[in-house]
């Protein structure tokens, strides 16, 4: 589950000694320094730290939103310049377009040139996918935390990305949905065989998600350690394993 | 009548009180005006009677051209006015919203064209009307140049309001699903924004009728403005406060219409 190109296959995701500044009050704060690592495809990376840490930064730079100042991302040995549907991204809150319903939200990132009927229908299969058929109508200001996400998956997925960026996506839900969103990402993730790379502040999530955690310190956000969850799926979160990545993740942000 | 009904339950009470409180201040205006004409309180010369204003009225809008002064030419005033109204509005929608909507995205935009453009508001718009004689001359483009700059900074304000306050994950979201640039403005930031867009036209068009009854006054033939200058010089009161009325009218049931034609949008609809 570790390790890049292990079967001689080329990494899906490179990300090489990333480095990025922002200016605040007229000086350079450094919010990353040399950050690196590759992905296989299908591969899942847990990204945690304390606040502040760089990892929404590290999100930015690998959807495309940000330039970085050191270093490069690349795809599928294709440098990254700017965002794309090809890595498609699930944002901490909500970002879906209010004045659009579920099924228009969906579907607006699907080409013009399709005909209506086959757009229609991509976006139905979707919304089945994660559990919202009879929604498609719903404003999103209708919809719970957890449906909002949903949809906010489902217009990502429409596009059939090959990379999942997510940035604390279920941070906001409650406990029960977002073990049932967990569900759904695994299930979804086990068919499709998108990478991901998520950012999360809670272990426990980490651990049941990923293949891999990368633990970064804050100020500026390096890697302090990176391990394979070699656990094998689905993952109880009460077995030996598990408990014991948890407290491993815990020391490691514990530290320092 | 109406008390053993209303004391029936909170629920009528209160639809009556909704239905007739926006009628309240109107209806009690117009019987005072009534009481003070009939007792004389108010003498003719300054504010005629509610008879002889609807009179006028009528012959204004109904009788046949010539038949007396004023008669029949409010099709023709009102057209002469709202063309005014809609070049100069047009105008300004044409500029303000595209630099509205650049100056809340791009600081540069904003940097640049501020200061000039805080400065030119602080002008009020009778202020400009010499320069726009000397310019324009006497007649349509006149009106339509004050029209189009009174109604320039609201819609230029509100579009770059609306811009400014966009969710910045908006773009990042229309971006990440594949959308160039011109298609975002489009599809993501024209919705976004739209509420302070819709603000800022109903705005501009409210000072347009303002602007247009100043561009009017000055001596142009027709118009519902025109109209009004000639019945001061002919000490028509009457007419004068029909005019008043009638404006108001006009300008009441514009606004309605730009809200109505602005439904085709969903962001209006929905937000």
Redesign the interface.
Same mark, same amino acid.
């Given at each position: 589950m570790t390790g890049l190109g292990g079967h001689g296959e080329a990494p899906c995701l490179v990300v090489e000694s990333l480095g990025k500044a922002f200016p605040v009050q007229g000086r350079w704060i450094k919010a990353l320094e040399d950050i690196s690592f590759a992905l296989r495809s299908g591969e899942v990376l847990g990204v945690l730290g304390p606040s502040g840490c760089g990892k929404t930064t590290l999100l930015n730079l690998i #959807?495309g =939103?940000l330039t970085p100042d050191a270093g490069r991302v690349l795809m599928h040995s294709r440098l990254v310049t700017?965002?794309?549907?090809e890595?498609?991204?699930v944002?901490q809150?909500d #970002?879906l =377009?209010?004045?659009?319903t579920v099924a228009e939200n969906v579907g607006?990132?699907l080409?013009a040139g399709q005909g209506s009927g086959q757009r229609r229908e991509r976006v139905s299969r979707i919304l089945e996918r994660v559990g919202l058929t009879d929604f498609g109508r719903y404003?999103p200001r209708a919809l719970s935390g957890g449906m909002k996400q949903r949809v906010a998956l489902a217009?990502?997925l429409v596009?059939e990305p090959r990379v999942l960026l997510m940035d604390e996506p279920f941070a906001a839900l409650d406990a029960q949905t977002r073990a049932g969103m967990h569900e759904l990402l695994i299930s979804l993730q086990q068919q499709l065989r998108q990478t991901v790379v998520f950012v999360t502040h809670d272990p426990e999530e980490a651990v049941k998600l990923a293949d891999r955690v990368l633990v970064l310190s804050p100020g500026p956000g390096r890697v302090r350690q990176e391990l394979g969850v070699d656990l094998p799926r689905p993952r109880q979160t009460d077995s030996p394993g598990f408990l014991r990545f948890k407290r491993a993740i815990h020391a490691s942000l514990a530290s320092g | 009548m109406a008390s053993p009904k209303a004391s029936q339950g909170d629920s009528p009470k209160g639809r009556a009180a909704t239905l007739a409180l926006p009628w309240l201040l109107p209806a009690g205006a117009l019987a005072f005006w009534f009481l003070a004409s009939a007792t004389g309180l108010l003498p003719p010369y300054l504010l005629p009677s509610p008879a002889q204003v609807l009179g006028a009225t009528w012959t204004y809008v109904f009788a046949p051209e010539g038949s007396a002064p004023f008669a029949g030419r409010f099709l023709a005033d009102a057209g002469a006015s709202l063309g005014r109204v809609a070049g100069g509005f047009g105008l300004a929608v044409m500029l303000g919203l595209p630099l509205g909507l650049l100056s809340g995205r791009l600081a540069a935009v904003r940097l640049l064209l501020d200061t000039l453009l805080n400065g030119l508001r602080a002008v009020p718009g009778i202020a400009w009307l010499p320069l726009a004689l000397v310019w324009f001359g006497i007649g349509f483009k006149t009106t339509v140049f004050l029209v189009a700059l009174a109604a320039f900074f609201p819609i230029y304000l509100g579009a770059a309001a609306g811009a400014r306050q966009v969710?910045p994950?908006?773009p990042?979201?229309?971006?990440?699903?594949?959308?160039g640039r011109a298609r975002l403005v489009f599809?993501?930031l024209l919705?976004?924004a739209?509420p302070h867009v819709v603000t800022g036209l109903r705005l501009g068009l409210g000072v347009a009728f303002a602007y247009l009854v100043l561009g009017e006054l000055t001596g142009v033939p027709d118009g519902l403005g025109a109209a009004i200058m000639d019945a001061r010089m002919v000490g028509r009161v009457d007419l004068i406060v029909m005019g008043i009325f009638l404006i108001a009218a006009i300008g009441r049931l514009c606004d309605l219409g730009l809200v109505w034609g602005l439904r085709i949008f969903?962001?209006v609809r929905?937000?």
């Open positions: #959807a =939103f700017k965002p794309g549907p890595r498609g991204v944002f809150e #970002a =377009f209010p004045w659009l607006f990132g080409p404003l217009r990502v596009r | 969710n994950l908006f990042r979201a229309g971006a990440m699903l594949g959308l599809t993501v919705p976004a739209m969903k962001s929905r937000l």
